[in-house]
């Protein structure tokens, strides 16, 4: 039997309950939804993001114990992650969950957590660092390494409808894992993890091939990992047809940087520029001839 024979029925997974449950909840498990195939080439890409010294490698919790590694669009020099984004079905399930037939990619990002103890990754919401605003919107957060649930990611169930806090500032995260990132027009994060019982929090044991979508607006913190465990994620962020470019305060620059974004685009313009790839449908020069 071929290996095309065993790729999971994602369709099937997305019924008209799953569709509500991520409007509602904004967020959704999906079990075994990623052939093996494909979790080899993200492996095989974050082996080549790793070994690019040309990417920049962000250190949370730089030189503490629980020091972890993030990086932010790899896409452009990683033919892995092109491979996987233009062939897998990652696209096209996230265009069947935000319910839009063209989809762009707003960025990828890998977590690394390795060596066991690191730290959480802080409780937030995306979107204030994106420079857009919509509703079709959804992320994939796929990781390698079969993880216990206060381990994965944690999401505030129905946040996504509700306050638009800032960011937390990633520079000072050591300090206070809500010092605001812009400090202007959005209120603090409030401090969830100190006050975990009063949050409708919910997270899922994972084996690999698990996949969970979530909206960026919705609240969101990285559990840390135990002594000796691997924690090595992706997240693919994309988006639909409604949503268009929207200013962020100019204290700070948005993730990732778009230099020339601003000067391309007014608010309320489609997003639409070359730093946003269209996946879905798959661009021509991406077929097979
Ligand atoms: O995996 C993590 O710890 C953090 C992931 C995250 O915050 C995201 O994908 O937006």
Request: hydrophobic share 35%.
């Amino acid at each position: 039997m071929g290996s095309a024979a065993l790729q999971p029925n994602w369709q099937d997974m997305l019924t008209d309950d799953v569709l509500t449950e991520y409007v509602t909840n904004g967020v959704i498990f999906l079990p075994q939804a990623l052939h093996p195939e494909w979790l080899m080439l993200i492996e095989l890409g974050m082996i080549r993001v790793m070994d690019n010294t040309a990417q920049t490698k962000h250190r949370f919790f730089q030189g503490q114990p629980g020091e972890f590694i993030e990086t932010v669009r790899n896409f452009d020099v990683t033919p892995e992650i092109q491979r996987l984004l233009y062939d897998s079905p990652i696209a096209d399930m996230l265009g069947a969950v935000i319910g839009s037939d063209n989809v762009w990619l707003y960025s990828e990002e890998f977590f690394i957590k390795e060596g066991g103890n690191c730290a959480r990754t802080p409780w937030h919401q995306d979107m204030p660092y994106w420079p857009l605003e919509g509703s079709q919107l959804g992320s994939m957060w796929i990781t390698l390494d079969k993880l216990p649930k206060a381990e994965t990611l944690e999401f505030v169930r129905g946040s996504h409808r509700q306050t638009r806090y800032d960011g937390f500032d990633p520079g000072a995260v050591n300090e206070d894992p809500t010092r605001p990132f812009y400090g202007v027009d959005m209120p603090p994060l409030p401090d969830i993890e100190a006050e975990r019982d009063k949050w409708d929090i919910v997270s899922w044991d994972i084996t690999p091939g698990d996949v969970v979508i979530f909206h960026p607006g919705l609240l969101h913190g990285g559990g840390p990992t135990s002594e000796g465990r691997r924690r090595r994620t992706i997240t693919v962020r994309c988006y639909g047809d409604d949503v268009v470019y929207a200013e962020r305060p100019p204290s700070r620059p948005t993730v990732p940087l778009t230099p020339g974004l601003s000067l391309a685009l007014k608010p309320g313009d489609p997003l639409r520029h070359p730093y946003y790839p269209r996946l879905r449908p798959l661009p021509e020069n991406q077929r097979a001839i």
